[in-house]
C-alpha cells in the first residue's frame, strides 16, 4: 500500500464513537480534536481540519505512541478555554499511563506564510530543548518555514494540560499544503519528522 493510500484510509475509516483511542507503548500521546465540522456558540460552522486524523493515527502506527481523536461534534470546541470531556479524558490518560509529552494537532490555511507553527505558550510549557530537537526534524525533511508562537500561542487544550500536569505540551498548526491528499509527498515528509523527532525523543527519556 502506498503512502497515499494508506493516509487516505486512515482518514476516511468508520467513524463510530465521539472519542477514539489508543494506548500506544511509548510516554507520548498525539490528539486531534478539530477532524469534524462544528458549530461555535455565536452560530457560525467552524469548519474541520483535513489530515489531522490520519496523521495521528500514521505516526502512531509506526512509533506505538497514543492518540487520543475527537470524531464527533459535542457542541463544544475542545481547543476552547471550557473544560470539557476531551480535556478530562486527556488529563486521565496522561495520568494513569505516565505520558511524558502531548502533541496537539491543528490544521491552519494553506494561505499561512509558515509550514508548521509551534505553540508554547510562549515558551512555557515546553523545554527548550524539545523544541530544537522538532525543529531540527523538521529541517531535516526539507521543512523549513517554522513559526513559533506566532499566530498561534496554544490553545485551550495545552493551557489546561500544562496547567494540571509538568509534561511537555506542544501545539501543532500544520499548513494546508502539508494535508492536501494531492500532494501526498508533502505530507509523508511532514509525518516522517514527527516519526523521527519522537523515535529521538524516545530514545532520550
Not at 71 to 87: C, G, L, M, P, Y
Request: aromatic share 8%; net charge positive.
Amino acid at each position: 500500500m502506498t503512502f497515499k493510500e494508506e493516509i487516505d484510509k486512515l482518514e476516511n475509516a468508520k467513524i463510530e464513537n465521539t472519542y477514539l483511542i489508543k494506548k500506544g507503548s511509548i510516554p507520548i500521546i498525539l490528539t486531534a480534536p478539530h477532524t469534524m465540522k462544528q458549530r461555535k456558540r455565536d452560530g457560525s460552522i467552524k469548519l474541520n481540519e483535513p489530515f489531522t486524523k490520519a496523521i495521528a493515527k500514521y505516526v502512531s502506527n509506526k512509533t506505538d505512541c497514543s492518540y487520543l481523536i475527537k470524531q464527533r461534534a459535542t457542541k463544544i470546541d475542545s481547543n476552547w478555554e471550557e473544560v470539557d470531556d476531551f480535556k478530562l479524558l486527556l488529563e486521565r490518560f496522561i495520568h494513569e499511563h505516565e505520558v511524558k509529552l502531548l502533541i496537539d494537532i491543528h490544521g491552519a490555511s494553506s494561505r499561512r506564510e509558515f509550514d508548521v507553527e509551534l505553540g508554547t505558550l510562549n515558551n512555557l510549557s515546553v523545554r527548550h530543548s524539545t523544541i530544537k530537537s522538532l525543529r531540527n526534524a523538521f529541517f531535516e525533511s526539507g521543512i523549513y518555514e517554522i513559526a513559533l508562537n506566532n499566530p498561534f500561542k496554544g490553545g485551550g487544550i495545552t493551557k489546561y494540560i500544562f496547567g494540571k500536569t509538568e509534561i511537555d505540551v506542544i501545539q501543532i498548526e500544520i499548513n494546508g499544503k502539508y494535508r492536501n491528499i494531492n500532494n501526498a509527498e508533502n505530507m509523508e515528509r511532514l509525518c516522517n519528522a514527527l516519526i523521527k523527532f519522537i523515535r529521538k525523543y524516545v530514545s532520550n527519556c
